[in-house]
């Protein structure tokens, strides 16, 4: 099992910026457990779950296009953090963010959500 611990999110007007961060943690880790890629979803009300970035173990980064440019994703593999830098926030962005982690032992876990509210 690996539980994902996010924060970060908040109240922002648009145009400004926040930065999510999200912790893996497991017993397993270290002894044959370890993360393959990290990724932010977001989900708005009425909307299905959408892939904002990801990151691969190697460093390989992959946004949406509607994030490109505006949105970072860092990731601290010695850690097992990943961090969303959120810059030039819009309206559109209004969503709850979701940590998610895939493992070298091919399952996927999610963090609980955390809710970024941009105000116009």
């Known amino acids: 099992q690996v539980q994902l611990a996010e924060s970060g999110g908040g109240l922002v007007q648009a145009g400004g910026s926040l930065t999510l961060s999200c912790t893996a943690s497991?017993?397993?880790?270290?002894?044959?457990?370890?993360?393959?890629?990290m990724a932010w979803f977001r989900q708005a009300p009425g909307k299905q779950r959408e892939l904002v970035a990801s990151?691969?173990?190697?460093?390989?980064?992959n946004y949406a296009d509607s994030v490109k440019g505006r949105f970072t994703i860092v990731r601290d593999n010695a850690k097992n953090t990943a961090y969303l830098q959120m810059n030039s926030l819009k309206p559109d962005d209004t969503a709850v963010y979701y940590c998610s982690a895939y493992t070298s032992g091919s399952s996927r876990y999610w963090g609980q959500g955390t809710q970024v509210t941009v105000s116009s």
């Open positions: 497991s017993r397993m880790f270290g002894i044959g457990l370890s993360i393959n890629s």
């Open positions: 990151m691969s173990r190697g460093g390989r980064a």
